[in-house]
């Protein structure tokens, strides 16, 4: 449609036939979005390698997202049995550098637009063929593909399949000893892939991959590049020295350049001399002209914020460059970045990880023995580190609640002392000895009630059902008469 007829459609704005607002005059009339170039992956890994900001907008959100790790937490077993079964697990993770991998993959994701982890889950089947999780052996390694080196083969066409519309099989082409090339299909199931920017479908293109997250922020990155080489050469010329001569431009017509060139000459080694320029008082002026840096510094902050819009983080983490304004910290932009980061965790890391955790829960020689526990939960440590100043005052508002519960006869203090030492705050407490206390108190309590005393089963461990009393000893029989 011509930019006429859509004019023509538009009867819901201003125009005005003498100045031409809103008419075909209007140079508003005719700005248009058109599809960008789409970076090639030579361009991206230029961009990458020698631009510090493009890497970082590329690397930041996967290494803080992976930065502080992560637990495991399972339901039905004691904290002893919980925490055995979550070392075996890390230590496994970690002896395959899974948690660094996976990280690495999510960076070329983000840089090309896709990347993933192979994982060699020995189940007696070709990588071709679905993963069969129920005979998984053992896992023998993980691999770290990027986009170059995959190719999709095969999509799931079926609408009713789940992944509709996503690659099903994966070919990977590599190069043997006698150059000739092999080609290796992996199916999806065997693959944790970690996707880029979100990209609308009709821009895809035919290969199917997303886009780089550089690519919406290239042009500003581009544009701020040459704003800060322009700053370089002006303060490399910051100020020009200027010499008038006197029918300067009646010398060079006559012919006397070499009369011109000699006295340039005489001027720069009179300078180098005695440190002065000599020049004619009637005739000649030397003076040296400032270059004005008026608003640049300005300029130059407008280009930051703008860059770090296009890449989604705060200017004091993209630019390291420190909070401006007064009482400013810099925290609340931490806090809305680590919301982000965490939000990225969850969206992205978690399923992925989950996946990969499953797999090795699944393996008949990892740490559990090809059994997954009924119910077990990833939780990510928290990436905001209160200092020592406010762990100290949580604990004190920890432990003034606890001994206000207890001054209430809420709680009895042996109660109090298992709760802080569960909260992990109060290591040193003893709680054996806090439960056999426990134990010992609530028998006198029962002695003295005549009926059985209820034990929380949380307090004195795995054992007893919960809301149940402690099993006693049965009865010694009667002896006959």
């Given amino acids: 449609m011509s930019v006429a007829a859509r004019l023509v459609q538009r009867a819901d704005s201003w125009v005005n036939a003498l100045t031409g607002l809103g008419g075909l005059r209007d140079k508003l009339s005719h700005a248009q979005i058109v599809p960008g170039l789409r970076l090639q992956e030579s361009q991206l890994e230029a961009l990458y390698n020698d631009d510090a900001f493009a890497a970082k907008i590329v690397d930041r959100l996967p290494r803080d997202a992976t930065r502080r790790g992560f637990t495991l937490e399972f339901e039905g077993l004691s904290r002893e049995e919980s925490a055995e079964a979550m070392r075996a697990l890390i230590g496994r993770l970690e002896d395959m550098s899974a948690l660094p991998k996976l990280r690495e993959a999510w960076i070329w994701g983000r840089l090309y637009g896709g990347g993933g982890v192979f994982v060699g889950a020995d189940d007696g089947l070709e990588p071709a063929e679905p993963l069969a999780e129920d005979r998984i052996r053992d896992i023998a390694f993980l691999n770290v593909l990027k986009r170059s080196q995959l190719q999709v083969r095969t999509r799931s066409e079926d609408v009713r399949d789940p992944f509709f519309g996503e690659p099903e099989l994966y070919v990977v082409r590599r190069t043997s000893s006698v150059a000739t090339t092999e080609e290796v299909l992996i199916h999806r199931s065997r693959l944790i892939m970690f996707p880029g920017a979100v ?33 370089a050469h002006l303060v ?83 630019y390291g460059r420190s909070p401006a304004g007064l009482n400013a910290t810099g925290e609340s932009d931490i806090r809305s970045w680590y919301d982000t980061v965490e939000d990225a965790q969850n969206d992205v890391l978690r399923p992925r990880l989950e996946r990969l955790i499953k797999l090795f829960m699944l393996a008949k ?70 439960k056999r206390a426990l134990q010992a108190e609530l028998e006198l309590l029962e002695e003295e009630a005549g009926k059985p005393a209820v034990v929380p089963p949380q307090l004195l461990g795995p054992g007893n059902p919960p809301g149940q009393p402690p099993p006693q000893p049965p009865p010694e029989p009667e002896a006959d008469e």
């Avoid at 840096?293 to 300029?299: H, K, S, V």
């Fill in 199 to 231: 990209t609308a479908r009709g821009v895809y293109s035919d290969d199917g991959w997303d886009d780089s997250v550089l690519q919406r922020a290239e042009e500003s990155i581009r544009q701020s590049a040459t704003a800060w080489q322009s700053t």
């Fill in 236 to 318: 490399a010329d910051a100020s020009q020295g200027v010499l008038k001569i006197a029918n300067l431009v009646d010398l060079i017509a006559a012919g006397s350049e070499a009369v011109l060139r000699t006295r340039m000459e005489m001027m720069d080694m009179a300078r180098s001399v005695c440190r002065a320029i000599l020049v004619d008082a009637d005739r000649e002026e030397f003076q040296r002209v400032a270059t004005s840096f008026a608003g640049l510094p300005e300029m130059l902050d407008r280009f930051m914020m703008r860059d770090a819009a296009a890449a989604e983080m705060p200017v004091t983490l993209l």
């Fill in 365 to 434: 020689a990892g740490p559990t023995g090809g059994k997954e526990p009924e119910n077990w939960k990833l939780v990510f440590r928290p990436l905001w580190q209160p200092t020592d100043k406010e762990r100290a005052e949580t604990k004190k508002v920890k432990a003034d609640t606890v001994a206000a519960l207890v001054t209430a006869l809420i709680m009895l203090p042996e109660e109090a002392a298992i709760e802080l030492a569960q909260d992990g705050d109060f290591s040193t407490i003893d709680v054996d000895v806090r």
